[in-house]
């Protein structure tokens, strides 16, 4: 089992930017870059993806974020960070990462392709 622990949440005016932190431990698979995510739900709503990478540093995102948040991993390290720029009222909701160590490709946002989940941070867009 991989734990996830998520941190850089927080509360920021429209049109501001936050970086989302991710890290995980306790993976059999040490050293490999397995794929992660980032997914959000806001009261009242499903979650959605939102971003995902894999190995190949391929990438995939929710059509709402694309050109204002990026997803990528530090090289060798189990982390993975979420930087969202231009942020909206409608990016309002609680963030979480997402891992599989068990797969190596497929930067995939749909819930059902991860094994691992954290605990969630709280990401707050005021107007």
């Known amino acids: 089992q991989v734990q996830l622990v998520e941190s850089g949440g927080g509360s920021v005016q429209a049109g501001g930017s936050l970086r989302l932190s991710c890290e995980a431990s306790g993976s059999p698979y040490k050293y490999r870059n397995f794929c992660m995510g980032w997914f959000r739900q806001a009261p009242g709503k499903e979650r959605e993806g939102v971003a995902a990478i894999d190995s190949d540093g391929d990438t995939n995102y929710l059509g709402s974020v694309k050109g204002r948040f990026t997803i990528s991993k530090e090289n060798g390290k189990d982390v993975v960070y979420l930087q969202m720029n231009d942020l909206k009222p409608d990016d309002t909701a609680i963030y979480y990462c997402?891992?599989?160590?068990?797969?190596?490709?497929?930067?995939?946002?749909?819930?059902?392709?991860?094994?691992?989940w954290g605990q969630g941070t709280q990401v707050t867009v005021y107007s």
């Open positions: 997402a891992a599989n160590p068990g797969r190596l490709w497929g930067a995939s946002t749909s819930s059902d392709w991860y094994t691992s």
